[in-house]
């Protein structure tokens, strides 16, 4: 059974452009979550979908969105990208059905902006 | 508002030494508690994770325990081994399951000495 897949896996994007990130979730989960990683605010939870709905919101501009397909597949995307948005972006399915509700991550997305 | 905290932050053990990494989160009304690895870079593998009403996990080497009432939950690995050497991250999924955010701990960066 394929693991979460994220892509691309490294991004080099300059100041005030924009990016687009992908994830595929494990096939079956319906919900999926992103996450940004920081050296100094560690794990951030940014957004979640579920069934093509924004379930929920971290603390995050309004320049960070996403959007889910029917697929259940996610994309996140950044505009007017600044200094600060450079950060490894992870995103997270699961099943939301049965019990346990366990997350799994995708190996993540290293964006740098200079 | 959920904090969780980690500590320590850092530990250097030699290999072959049993260990316990620590977890604790202010809001006790959690719905599961989940334990992940992360090796420099990549991604988090989940490790285990321990339903709100469970008191213990095992999976191999590694036990994780959960203390509701108190807000606390720890890792036991036995026998550290070098491949041990991690970053290791709780999380906790809010009171319900209509979510998927957890909320991290910064992590303890584990260093097994041969």
């Known amino acids: 059974k394929a693991g979460v897949t994220q892509t691309p896996r490294y991004l080099i994007k300059t100041r005030g452009q924009q990016v687009t990130l992908s994830c595929s979730p494990i096939s079956g989960h319906r919900s999926v979550s992103w996450y940004q990683q920081t050296p100094g605010q560690g794990l951030q939870f940014l957004f979640e979908?579920?069934?093509?709905?924004?379930?929920n919101k971290g603390n995050f501009p309004g320049r960070f969105s996403g959007r889910q397909f029917s697929n259940s597949r996610s994309e996140m995307n950044v505009s007017t990208l600044e200094l600060g948005d450079s950060a490894l972006y992870l995103c997270?399915?699961?099943?939301?059905?049965?019990?346990?509700?366990?997350?799994?991550f995708g190996p993540g997305t290293r964006l740098t902006v200079t | 508002k959920q904090e969780v905290t980690q500590i320590p932050a850092a530990l250097s053990v030699p290999e072959g030494e049993n260990l316990v990494l620590n977890c604790s989160f202010t809001?006790?009304?959690?719905?599961?508690l989940q334990w992940f690895r992360q090796d420099p870079g990549k991604g988090l593998t989940s490790l285990l994770l321990i339903q709100s009403s469970q008191r213990e996990q095992t999976s191999g080497r590694l036990n994780a325990s959960l203390d509701k009432s108190s807000g606390r939950s720890t890792l036991y690995i036995a026998a550290s081994q070098p491949g041990d050497s991690a970053t290791y991250l709780c999380a906790v999924l809010g009171g319900s399951s209509n979510t998927g955010k957890l909320i991290f701990g910064q992590g303890t960066t584990l260093q097994v000495k041969p």
């Open positions: 809001d006790s009304a959690i719905y599961n």
């Open positions: 997270a399915s699961r099943k939301d059905r049965g019990q346990s509700y366990e997350q799994y």
């Open positions: 979908y579920f069934s093509e709905t924004q379930r």
